[in-house]
């Protein structure tokens, strides 16, 4: 009788470990496209705020390490971006628990590689709210900034800049922990 409770035990265990194990590294559909704010950080700057639309349409999944894995596209409604649209599809960006989505485009043009840095997302774990720090480029296209007192920020869902930034200081806790809230 013990061993038969034994070997249940051990089959419930085995079971509840694999359908856990599928549940967290099958890759799920994201497709969403939300409206959000485009805004400024600092106090200085709290008029510097415009509606925005981000459309993120891939895969998400979890590698064994415990890294999210996000293989898609990331669009901004009336943005230009200097990436060739070809290359903006099926991208793969990876980040840790807690961290944002380094996104980085590579590309090979006429014998050249290009490099282009969007931002860092920021993404719950279904992306129904995200928010991303826009670096900004210089002329030369080449050198960008984001800094947390003044950097450029989109976020959504979001009506207006307070709720923005209450949202990104939530998706951003990890990075945030020990530093100064955005404001």
Not at 71 to 77: I, P, S
């Given at each position: 009788?013990k061993?038969?409770?034994v070997w249940?035990?051990?089959?419930?265990?085995?079971?509840?470990?694999?359908?856990?194990?599928?549940w967290?590294?099958?890759?799920?559909?994201?497709?969403?496209?939300?409206?959000?704010?485009?805004?400024?950080?600092?106090?200085?700057?709290?008029?510097?705020?415009?509606?925005?639309?981000?459309?993120i349409?891939?895969t998400?999944?979890?590698?064994?390490?415990?890294?999210?894995?996000?293989?898609g596209?990331?669009?901004m409604?009336?943005?230009s971006?200097?990436?060739p649209?070809?290359?903006?599809?099926?991208?793969?960006?990876?980040?840790?628990k807690?961290?944002?989505?380094?996104?980085?485009?590579?590309?090979?043009?006429?014998?050249?590689?290009?490099?282009f840095?969007?931002?860092q997302?920021?993404a719950?774990?279904?992306?129904?709210?995200?928010?991303l720090?826009?670096?900004?480029?210089?002329?030369?296209?080449?050198?960008g900034?984001?800094?947390?007192n003044?950097g450029?920020?989109?976020?959504?869902?979001?009506?207006?800049?307070?709720?923005?930034?209450?949202?990104?200081?939530?998706?951003?806790?990890?990075?945030?922990?020990?530093?100064?809230?955005?404001?």
């Amino acid at each position: 009788m013990k061993k038969k409770v034994v070997w249940l035990v051990i089959i419930g265990v085995f079971l509840t470990a694999l359908t856990a194990g599928i549940w967290l590294y099958t890759p799920r559909d994201v497709d969403v496209r939300l409206e959000g704010v485009k805004y400024r950080l600092g106090t200085n700057n709290t008029s510097e705020i415009e509606s925005a639309t981000i459309h993120i349409e891939g895969t998400i999944r979890r590698a064994l390490n415990g890294h999210r894995l996000f293989r898609g596209t990331v669009e901004m409604e009336g943005e230009s971006m200097p990436v060739p649209k070809e290359q903006m599809t099926n991208h793969t960006f990876s980040a840790r628990k807690g961290e944002g989505f380094l996104l980085v485009y590579q590309w090979v043009e006429k014998g050249t590689i290009g490099s282009f840095s969007l931002g860092q997302l920021y993404a719950d774990d279904d992306f129904s709210h995200i928010t991303l720090t826009l670096m900004e480029h210089g002329e030369d296209g080449r050198s960008g900034y984001w800094g947390g007192n003044d950097g450029l920020m989109l976020t959504a869902p979001a009506k207006d800049r307070t709720e923005a930034i209450h949202l990104a200081n939530k998706l951003m806790a990890h990075t945030l922990k020990g530093l100064t809230p955005l404001k």
